[in-house]
């Protein structure tokens, strides 16, 4: 009698297990209808589903309006969040007051997300007030999206688009992987970065798709072990590794690979950039290959008196030291007549730095493409159009 009894109370809680398993939380269980405000809804959803390991959060096809929302985990299990509609910010940016996020994924392990569906930061006013151009502390402005914390996740088949600021910001993120990403936003609107990555290691992108008004992915400080592959860009600002050294005690950036880029219509190309009179900081390990430019501005370039807006001091150079950085198989068009310029420390000079098969054309009329260089002796090998500068240090 005893064992039946066991065996049978084994059976119903391993019914019960795979009953919760995979289960589904719907928004529209929790009252979401489309067209309406569902930050409630999805919020109640979130709780339920957290709380069952191996769920599913379900926002279906529709136009949804949601304020800022903060889905925090530790969950019990991996979780997926399954955007197939449309979610709408606020068009007013006083409704966030003074937030830096509108949709925040906090503390999660084993997240994915996924669905097809888009992430509309309506941020046609907000661009309009942005005067970070002017003011060195200007407002805070609503990232898209925010990973803080996340751990072992993956990020595909979304849209972000016309962020108010960021789209996507990563802080403390470890394994986080992103496929066929879209993200957009027009050309002439301000700090709408792509994704931006801080104090973030093993994130890779992939196959994904970048445009906007600033930089389509920004490295800052602490990050490790970062790859980008097989991504097209433009416009925006290309991509960077920086600014580095504006602020005090900032970790190390080491392993950045980018590689099967195709960028158009860019500002810059592939970037490292460091602020004058900085402070200290190290940036090692970064490497650029097999990328197409397409009517790029700078499509090579390290700058390392990196002053936007006039807003930094010049007295003394940068102290961020830049080494073992290389760039290979890099062809195409260049909008500016210079194509490479290397314009390193004359404190920290940089070192190991490999210019090897590159071939750039000028797009404009009068004459070819050219280098420059300044504190740095790059090994040179291949084909080098522009000829590589060979400037002493």
Not at 109 to 128: I, N, P, Y
Not at 315 to 322: F, G
Request: hydrophobic residues 35%.
């Amino acid at each position: 009698m005893g064992k039946n009894l066991s065996i049978a109370i084994i059976s119903l809680l391993l019914v019960l297990a795979s009953t919760n398993a995979g289960q589904v939380f719907d928004v529209k269980s929790y009252g979401a209808k489309p067209n309406a405000d569902i930050t409630q809804a999805l919020t109640k959803a979130w709780k339920a589903a957290c709380a069952v390991a191996g769920s599913k959060v379900l926002i279906s096809a529709g136009a949804y309006k949601l304020g800022l929302v903060t889905l925090l985990g530790p969950c019990k299990g991996a979780i997926e969040f399954n955007l197939q509609g449309t979610l709408q910010a606020p068009s007013d940016v006083a409704s966030f007051n003074g937030k830096d996020g509108w949709v925040i994924f906090q503390h999660i392990d084993g997240l994915t997300m996924s669905g097809g569906g888009v992430f509309d930061g309506k941020g046609q006013l907000a661009w309009e007030k942005n005067d970070c151009k002017k003011e060195k502390n200007c407002n805070t402005l609503p990232i898209n999206i925010r990973f803080d914390y996340v751990t072992n996740s993956i990020v595909q088949d979304i849209t972000s688009k016309d962020s108010k600021f960021f789209h996507i910001n990563l802080f403390e993120c470890k394994k986080l992987q992103f496929r066929h990403v879209t993200i957009t936003a027009p050309a002439d609107s301000p700090n709408t970065d792509g994704i931006h990555i801080g104090h973030s290691s093993q994130i890779s992108i992939t196959n994904a798709n970048i445009g906007t008004g600033d930089d389509c992915i920004s490295i800052s400080d602490g990050n490790q072990d970062v790859s980008a592959n097989q991504v097209t860009y433009g416009p925006g600002h290309g991509i960077s590794i920086g600014s580095l050294g504006k602020n005090k005690n900032e970790q190390p950036v080491l392993g950045i690979r980018v590689t099967g880029a195709t960028l158009s219509n860019t500002d810059n190309g592939v970037r490292i950039k460091t602020w004058p009179s900085s402070n200290s900081g190290v940036a090692s390990d970064i490497h650029f290959e097999d990328i197409v430019m397409k009517n790029v501005g700078n499509p090579i370039i390290i700058d390392q008196n990196y002053c936007p807006n006039n807003q930094c001091s010049n007295k003394s150079p940068s102290k961020v030291k830049i080494s073992n950085v290389s760039f290979k198989k890099i062809r195409g068009t260049s909008s500016t007549k210079e194509a490479v310029k290397l314009i390193c420390s004359k404190s920290v000079p940089c070192q190991q730095v490999v210019l090897s098969d590159i071939d750039l054309a000028y797009k404009g009329g009068g004459g070819s493409t050219t280098s420059s260089c300044a504190n740095v002796m790059p090994a040179v090998s291949g084909k080098q159009n522009p000829p590589a500068c060979t400037n002493k240090l």
